[in-house]
């Protein structure tokens, strides 16, 4: 039987432990918020760092995984009862929830070395679960780790049960709290990859987490421009989506998209959309109180939100001898990145096909035929 487990608030400490057997299969995890880039294919070749922060679990609402059934198999009415609204490659045909975790927050597993699933550098999840219950043999997981993959482990939802760490019982964080930490994600990384003559070879590139953060937004964006002009915020903002929004949506009188989320000033009474922080914890959207006009809302995870309205500062070139006190230094300076901002398309399109507003006409058209509408090199 399908289920799909109940969302705690955030906070709580749970062990998942063998469905079969009840051995332990994790250390103790509290959950979040599924980050919007677990199931990004990022690049070629590339080495992506683990995909969630240890001691934390998310899960994936939606079906996940093999057997995969093709769009023409499913038809638009089965599909929209899923929420998905326009024609994709395929769905899963899968049990929804399953569980997602840091490959070294795992106890008590056993890799299944016949189920490589297809992959071309390390494992995938192409034949099913790959990892067993060391203690009954019971397949449990699918470990990820091949190229351009963000290493995980999935849990199956039907092979493991989660119980509650006793004595755990915190709430999530306020977003003031959120706020006090100030941990943003930096929209540069440096991004290994394999088969260089020399071996890994390693560059600084946009971050994949921001690229991903930039397709899904850019759905909620076109959608909510209701086929008028979108202007956003000059800086880091503009250079994610302002290329992209001329290039799909037509000239004319443009509606306006701004930065709002908490601690911030009031949000300008002219500003049709607002691009807001989802908790990292929960998932929740900030929505503005008491707000007499309805406002389209864009989410943007709170890492990259926090770091578009707090850019990092630029620090200044490295010295020689003693530096003051009160004067940052960084030996050496991070390399600038002055590539074009490249939007993950299949971030867009995943969003795109789950929004309602994806029926219309013209915003169907922008789905089934992006390219025609952008440069290509905007993906």
Avoid at 6 to 34: I, N, R, W, Y
Avoid at 109 to 136: Q, Y
Avoid at 258 to 268: H, R
């Amino acid at each position: 039987m399908r289920r799909c487990p109940c969302f705690p608030s955030g906070g709580h400490l749970f062990v998942f432990v063998c469905a079969g057997c009840d051995a332990e299969l994790t250390a103790p995890l509290s959950q979040v918020a599924l980050p919007v880039h677990a199931h990004q294919q990022y690049g070629n070749g590339l080495q992506l760092p683990v995909l969630m922060e240890p001691g934390t679990f998310a899960v994936e609402p939606e079906p996940w995984g093999p057997p995969w059934r093709r769009w023409e198999e499913i038809g638009p009415d089965e599909a929209a009862a899923r929420g998905v609204h326009a024609p994709v490659h395929g769905l899963s045909d899968g049990a929804p929830g399953a569980i997602v975790i840091a490959p070294g927050d795992t106890r008590g597993v056993v890799l299944i070395p016949e189920r490589r699933g297809g992959a071309c550098c390390g494992l995938a999840a192409g034949d099913g679960p790959n990892t067993a219950c060391a203690a009954c043999g019971l397949p449990v997981a699918s470990r990820i780790d091949d190229c351009s993959l963000w290493q995980a482990m999935w849990l199956a939802p039907d092979a493991v049960r989660r119980i509650p760490v006793e004595g755990t019982d915190a709430g999530p964080l306020s977003w003031a709290e959120l706020m006090a930490k100030g941990k943003g994600v930096s929209p540069f990384e440096p991004i290994t990859g394999w088969g260089s003559p020399s071996g890994a070879s390693e560059r600084w590139s946009w971050s994949p987490q921001w690229v991903a953060a930039a397709g899904s937004a850019l759905a909620h964006l076109v959608a909510a421009s209701e086929g008028r002009a979108v202007t956003v915020p000059d800086g880091l903002a503009a250079r994610m989506f302002q290329r992209p929004l001329d290039a799909l949506l037509p000239a004319g009188p443009a509606r306006r998209a701004v930065l709002a989320g908490p601690g911030q000033a009031a949000v300008a009474a002219d500003a049709d959309i607002l691009l807001v922080p989802s908790h990292p914890q929960t998932g929740e959207l900030w929505d503005p109180a008491g707000s007499a006009t309805p406002r389209h809302l864009v989410p943007l995870p709170f890492g990259v939100w926090f770091r578009l309205v707090f850019p990092e500062p630029q620090l200044p070139v490295p010295a020689s001898r003693l530096m003051p006190d009160d004067v940052l230094r960084d030996d050496p300076p991070p390399p600038a990145v002055d590539d074009d901002f490249r939007f993950d398309r299949g971030a867009f399109h995943r969003t795109l096909a789950r929004l309602p507003a994806v029926r219309s006409p013209w915003l169907r058209e922008i789905f089934e035929h992006p390219t025609r509408h952008t440069h290509p090199g905007a993906f």
